[in-house]
Structures are given as C-alpha cells and as structure tokens.
C-alpha cells in the first residue's frame, strides 16, 4: 500500500519560515491535502489539491508538490501555528485515502 | 453553515459493538458521503472508510474489513459507524468528515467521539 513518510518534529523560531515535507512514491502524481490540528480539536483542512487554501486560511499557508516530495510552507510563522500537520492523498491503486503519520511543528 | 454533530463518548467492554453517529447540516446531504477517520492515544490519524449518502456504496480500510459498518439516514441526514468485536486498542477518537469522493478534501469534520474500550 502507498505510504507518506513525514519527520516527527520540525521547530522554527516565531517569524521564520517552516517547511514541512512529505514524502511518497511519486506523490507529484497525486493531488495532496494537508490538515492542521491542534491539541484536543479536529484535524482543519488548511491546503487543498496541492496549493489551493480554503478560505479563512492565511496566505502564510502555501503548499506544493513535485517529484517524491510535497511541502507544506508556512511563512512568518506565529505562536498560534504550533500544532500537529498532516498529509494526506487518494491512493487510486487500493482505493482508500492515505495519512502521513504527521509532523508536529514546535514554536521556539 | 456546514456542521457535523457526532455522538458522545461511550466506554464499551473488550468485545463488544459501537455505533458512533454524526448528524449533518448545512447541505444537501445527499449530494457528499461520510469519511470515518480515527486517532488513537497519542497517534496520527486513521482512515477506515467511506460511504456515499447518495447511493449507500462503502470502501473500507483493509485493517476493518468484516468488523466495520457504515450507514447513511437520508431522512435524518445522519452518518453511523458500527465498529464490533471492540479490542482495547480500538480506544480511540472517532471523528466523521464530509467527501464527496475519495479524491476529494475533508474540509468539514465532527467534533470527535471518544470511545474507550477497558474491560
């Protein structure tokens, strides 16, 4: 079955930009979703098909995708950002959707 | 404004069923499906299925095949989530979320249900 590897933990200083990835099989293929949660709420959508973001999302939130790796950018990152960020796509092949095992973004 | 209200938290023995809801509002109901996510203790999250509202066709996860049920009531706008033969590692938070396909985001989720299973 398909699988999207993401790292633990990333940390970025309150202004700075994070990046975070996701890796998958040619995942440039497919169409990725990325959720933000934080503690003791339900996951949010925050980026849509790659790069689009619903609305209410800030513009600091942009996504892309391309090759083995999508990546989740979010700039000027603030206190209010830290919480656990994952992937997700349609794996066609067995017909059921994929979740990274997620990111957690700390705010130094 | 779309809203999905999911049930409350259940304590259940090693064994036995659970049937988790998620009452929809704020669209045709119809016209989406309902996707079933889990996340353990601690853990990310879990997809084990989905099933249309419009037509009642279901793609489960492999890991719950044979010990999973989903159903959709068009006349209550209302999604279930029967999960049996319940093990102390079904202790989880079930949330519900609206697709209508697999492709396609899950931009609106339940609140959560939590359900404990502890003999």
């Known amino acids: 079955s398909y699988v999207l590897t993401q790292p633990p933990s990333v940390s970025v200083a309150p202004g700075k930009t994070a990046r975070l990835t996701c890796g998958g099989n040619?995942?440039?293929?497919?169409?990725v979703h990325w959720y933000q949660q934080r503690p003791g709420q339900a996951p949010v959508l925050v980026i849509y098909?790659?790069?689009d973001r619903p609305s209410g999302i800030p513009e600091r939130f942009s996504g892309s995708n391309s090759g083995n790796t999508a990546t989740l950018t979010i700039s000027r990152v603030e206190a209010g950002d830290e919480a656990d960020y994952y992937c997700?796509?349609?794996?066609?092949?067995?017909?059921?959707?994929?979740f990274g095992g997620g990111t957690k973004l700390t705010v130094l | 404004q779309v809203q999905l209200m999911q049930s409350g938290a259940e304590v259940k023995r090693p064994g036995a069923s659970v049937k988790v809801s998620c009452k929809a509002s704020?669209?045709?109901?119809?016209?989406?499906?309902i996707t079933w996510v889990r996340q353990a203790p601690g853990q990310g999250l879990e997809w084990m299925g989905w099933?249309?509202?419009?037509?009642?066709?279901?793609n489960y996860a492999q890991n719950f095949q044979g010990r999973v049920t989903m159903t959709t009531d068009t006349s209550t706008s209302t999604g279930y989530m029967e999960l049996r033969s319940l093990r102390s590692d079904d202790t989880a938070v079930y949330y519900c979320?609206?697709?209508?396909?697999?492709?396609?985001?899950?931009?609106?989720w339940g609140q959560g249900s939590l359900v404990s299973v502890s003999s």
């Open positions: 704020g669209y045709t109901f119809t016209s989406y499906g």
């Open positions: 099933v249309s509202a419009y037509n009642g066709d279901r």
């Open positions: 997700q796509v349609w794996d066609s092949s067995g017909d059921h959707r994929v």
């Open positions: 098909y790659d790069s």
């Open positions: 040619n995942i440039g293929n497919k169409g």
């Open positions: 979320a609206r697709a209508a396909k697999g492709v396609e985001p899950l931009g609106y």
